[in-house]
T-cell receptor, first 113, second 117 residues
């Protein structure tokens, strides 16, 4: 069973729009929540990450919102650009084994010019 | 600094054949891991290693073997390939994170696309 559930599976937005990708988890031992960005033919690369002691983290145009009580977190991309078109994965890991990541199923984002 | 390298980029195997996927990193990272990526499944952890001589199983280890004789290299062996092992395989590395500490960034290789017929 999927420990980290990600939605939507795919997303199309116009340039300048704000795509939102959502993830939910059940394992309360998770305490590190990274997002990875993957371009076609490439390996995933870390985009931004959050720990549950904060509710929001921003890095440039990318923001993670975290709701500990609901066990949900989401990625927002402000002023999206065609270059943001990629597959995005949320992930989670436990404090006891921080390097072992459990990934969501991925969201394919297309940003139209 | 090449980062994480994987060879080959593409491979086609017949059912029952064996092969080794190579992974190397030049960042002196203690932690290395193998994932497989399948449509609609995300990335799933196959095996991982926290240092030379130490390996452990991930979520989907069946049909795969690993060894870690050096810090730099972490090969993945398919002993008897099956069509269910058709996938894209990624190797990743990072500094080892002690339990309870914020994890270090993991760096992924470019992947190996494997088809088993």
């Amino acid at each position: 069973q999927q420990q980290v559930k990600q939605s939507p599976q795919s997303l199309i937005v116009q340039k300048g729009g704000i795509p939102i990708i959502n993830c939910a988890y059940e394992n309360t031992a998770f305490d590190y929540f990274p997002w990875y960005q993957q371009f076609p033919g490439k390996g995933p690369a870390l985009l931004i990450a959050i720990r549950p002691d904060v509710s929001e983290k921003k890095e440039g145009r990318f923001t993670i919102s975290f709701n500990k009580s609901a066990k949900q977190f989401s990625l927002h991309i402000m002023d999206s650009q065609p270059g943001d078109s990629a597959t995005y994965f949320c992930a989670a890991s436990e404090k006891s084994s921080g390097d072992k990541l459990t990934f969501g199923t991925g969201t394919r984002l297309a940003v139209r010019p | 600094n090449a980062g994480v390298t994987q060879t080959p980029k593409f491979q086609v195997l017949k059912t029952g054949q064996s092969m080794t996927l190579q992974c190397a990193q030049d960042m002196n990272h203690e932690y290395m891991s193998w994932y497989r990526q399948d449509p609609g499944m995300g990335l799933r952890l196959i095996h991982y290693s926290v240092g030379a001589g130490i390996t452990d199983q991930g979520e989907v280890p069946n049909g795969y073997n690993v060894s870690r004789s050096t810090t730099e290299d972490f090969p993945l062996r398919l002993l008897s390939a099956a069509p269910s092992q058709t996938s894209v395989y990624f190797c990743a590395s990072s500094r080892y994170t002690p339990p309870g500490e914020p994890p270090y960034e993991q760096y992924f290789g470019p992947g190996t696309r494997l088809t088993v017929t």
